[in-house]
């Protein structure tokens, strides 16, 4: 199965997504993997017996969101001049969502832009991280706020891959799926409400149906000035809860579910999504083993950490809310004191 992206207006960065069984892939050029020691031990082997190159290299790097910072940049950016890689060579992100945001910032940074290539080794990546050109890392005040848009030549989704995956892995990802399905698509919603991701073909299923809807977002608006901060919901508040935890409590799909539940507290309250809504919401995340709760410990400190967010400008705070289950609504206007009394329902402490 292939996706394509294809740009409006029609670009030179257009691409295909293929999902299906890893394919034999041969470049005449010299190639670096970029992967981290667990990735490597698990699916390496298989992912060196369908390469055909010119010149291979490996860098590895730890495993982990602690690990996605400039000093991990720079060690790759290293690896990769001592290999002599040139303008023509091609990087591959073989790895999670950490690995495919670093290997695309490094491909975008290195002798000012060389290829790279996608292939997701999560659920999470595999439905969201790997798609869409967004690159970076995380610093002191938040999270991917060092970073360039840098599409891949190529995005290679292999649902094999995610056989070695820890459970609470596979939820993160769900908590995605989950993610872009209450704001477009209402259908795909009920979908997840009943299919069983455990089956191969089912799982091969609800992953195309995630990037199919990504992908043309992403081929609408591939900068983020409109309709493509909408895949962002929920993660206005992960985002803080992630820095609060130094990355190290939550995987991002954990903070972004317990996001979820806190865009929902907002959006009910401005009555944009009804109870019954907010329970099945709920009861899905639930259902994977997804946190829906947080101690908040200082709403002020909190409230201020919205404002490094991306999507807020001159001062406004945009917050992603579901208008209903499919639909959404982006919204600047929503006065400090409800959005604190939102906080406050989740246990904080402050003015």
Do not use: W
């Not at 017996?49 to 602690?66: R, T, Y």
Request: aromatic share 10%; with cysteine.
């Amino acid at each position: 199965m292939t996706i394509p992206i294809l740009f409006q207006p029609k670009s030179s960065i257009d691409y295909e997504i293929t999902i299906d069984e890893l394919p034999c892939l041969r470049f005449d050029k010299k190639v670096a993997i970029i992967t981290n020691p667990t990735v490597a031990k698990f699916h390496l082997e298989t992912l060196l017996s369908k390469l055909e190159v010119k010149e291979l290299h490996i860098v590895e790097i730890p495993d982990g969101e602690a690990y996605k910072n400039m000093e991990s940049i720079e060690f790759i950016l290293d690896k990769l001049f001592s290999f002599k890689l040139d303008r023509k060579s091609m990087l591959i992100a073989f790895g999670g969502g950490v690995i495919g945001d670093m290997t695309g910032f490094c491909a975008s940074l290195y002798q000012r832009g060389i290829d790279f290539i996608q292939i997701p080794t999560t659920l999470l990546s595999q439905v969201d991280a790997s798609v869409g050109g967004k690159t970076g890392v995380n610093n002191k005040y938040g999270k991917n706020l060092i970073g360039t848009f840098y599409q891949p030549k190529a995005v290679y989704i292999d649902p094999d891959f995610l056989d070695t995956l820890p459970s609470r892995e596979f939820a993160a990802g769900v908590a995605e799926m989950i993610k872009i399905a209450v704001t477009f698509d209402a259908d795909y919603f009920k979908y997840l409400q009943s299919a069983d991701l455990g089956d191969k073909e089912m799982l091969k299923d609800a992953i195309a149906r995630a990037v199919t809807i990504k992908a043309d977002v992403v081929a609408k608006d591939e900068k983020e000035s409109g309709i493509r901060a909408v895949l962002n919901y929920g993660h206005t508040f992960a985002h803080v809860i992630e820095n609060e935890t130094n990355y190290s409590r939550y995987l991002h799909g954990e903070a972004v579910s317990i996001g979820i539940i806190m865009a929902n507290a907002l959006a009910y309250k401005l009555g944009l999504l009804d109870e019954h809504a907010v329970k099945q919401i709920q009861s899905l995340l639930e259902h994977y083993d997804l946190p829906t709760e947080y101690m908040i410990e200082d709403i002020e400190s909190f409230y201020e950490h919205f404002f490094l967010d991306k999507k807020s400008a001159n001062d406004k705070i945009t917050f992603v809310l579901p208008k209903g289950i499919g639909d959404f609504e982006l919204r600047s206007d929503i006065d400090k004191k409800l959005i604190k009394d939102v906080l406050r329902d989740f246990g904080g402490k402050g003015e």
